[in-house]
């Protein structure tokens, strides 16, 4: 008797097609891990299935005890370290010197400048040489990533940009980590959809948006971090 259509599996199956699609094109693949609740289900689909895609994830040095747990878990689960990337030492001095240990609060630029030093430099240095990045980005985060492509170019970090996970709802995902038992941060219990830096990241109030918590003192428009930019840099290409 033919199994039951499960629209989940039918998706997660659909994830995997992209992914072997983008790696027959671009043998290069490099899974930029956010660690967030997609995250979990990417690791979970490259990590069984298509292992010939590199992974890592950005140790910015201001995470929550809780994600650095669930980097130990996800390790434990998979029986493979998962790489974590990390600002360059020299450069992460001259920022602390030159704005406090905490002077992201203190401005836009000054908020702009740490992430570029803890996230957007080790990210550059992390997918320099690769073809194409993958990355857990669905519609429905943001106007921004609503207008993304499963496959295009990415024209400021020069390489394809790989977003399987496109039409997913967050719905959806929780769907997919709970039917596994996926690991994931548990800070998702406690009201933090999004996930980024301890220090700029909050708990939501019932009605915020999912990325009301992050960066939550600045103007709604401000609030990414760079490596996903408002404007895309370059048109879709397949
Ligand atoms: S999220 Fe906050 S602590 Fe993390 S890199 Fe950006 S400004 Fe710095």
Redesign the pocket.
Known sequence: MAEPFNPIEHKAHTVRERLAAALRAHPRLVYANSLGAEAMVLTDIIWTHLPEIDMFSID?G?LHQETYDLVEKLQWRYRRPLRMVYPDAAALERLTAAQGVNG?YHSLQA?LE??RV??LEPFGRAIAGYDGWVTGVRHEQSTTRGRAQPLEWDGEHGLYKVSPLLEWTEAEVWQYIRARKLPYNVLHDRQFPSI??S??TRAIQPGESRRAGRWWWEHPESRE?GLHPRVRPATAQA
Do not use: D, S, V, Y
């Open positions: 910015t201001r992201f908020r740490c992430c803890r996230k980024g830096c220090p700029c971090c």
